[in-house]
């Protein structure tokens, strides 16, 4: 599937490309007029154990000098306003089209990790990263608003990381490795189609 998925990762972006470039240039033209630079946040991710890539996101929170670790509520205060729609409805993700194109990235696969988490579990990423990293995938899916609703109680980095580390990654990798081992085109389909049905549609999973 290899070959196949590549193949349809590169079209399918190249085709988003063309309407969604003026969607781009207007939000970077929002976010200089509205924040300043810079427009864009770019962050060191892992493709595999010992591959690191920029990952690429339109810049949603006030900018810092050292900024690591899990979001939690002791973040919440940096999300700008127009920082809060982007993230609502996932245009903050539209330049990882970019990282797509350059092969660090696929539409569907883990989301990709930092190098600390890949370091506290190098087995567990070892086999995860054998399928390259994606803008969304099952454990974002399926896993992303519990994950949010955890992450807004904890309101200091000692309990952001804590609860992370403990409740939300374990069950985030086990999703990813079911993704692994069931992974085909119908279901990366199914993942992308859900994905844009629940931005578009607040409470499009409860419905179905």
């Not at 630079?37 to 991710?45: G, L």
Request: charged letters at 25%; glycine letters at 6%; a positive charge.
């Amino acid at each position: 599937m290899t070959f196949g998925k590549r193949l349809f990762d590169v079209t399918l972006a190249l085709l988003l490309l063309v309407p969604l470039s003026l969607v781009m240039l207007v939000v970077a033209g929002l976010l200089l007029v509205a924040e300043g630079r810079p427009i864009f946040y770019v962050s060191e991710r892992m493709r595999a154990s010992d591959r690191a890539f920029r990952l690429i996101k339109f810049r949603t929170m006030t900018a810092v000098d050292e900024d690591a670790g899990a979001t939690g509520a002791h973040k919440a205060w940096r999300i700008t306003r127009l920082g809060c729609i982007l993230r609502r409805t996932r245009i903050d993700e539209l330049p990882q089209l970019f990282n797509i194109l350059k092969g660090d990235m696929s539409f569907v696969g883990p989301r990709p990790p930092l190098r600390e988490y890949v370091e506290r579990f190098p087995r567990r990423y070892a086999q995860v990263l054998r399928t390259r990293p994606g803008v969304t995938g099952l454990a974002t899916l399926i896993y992303h608003a519990h994950e949010d609703r955890i992450m807004a109680r904890c309101h200091s980095p000692e309990a952001t990381e804590a609860a992370y580390y403990r409740r939300c990654l374990p069950t985030k990798l086990r999703l990813d490795l079911i993704y692994q081992q069931r992974r085909t085109l119908a279901l990366d389909l199914w993942i992308i189609w859900n994905t844009v049905m629940t931005v578009i549609i607040p409470g499009w999973k409860r419905r179905r």
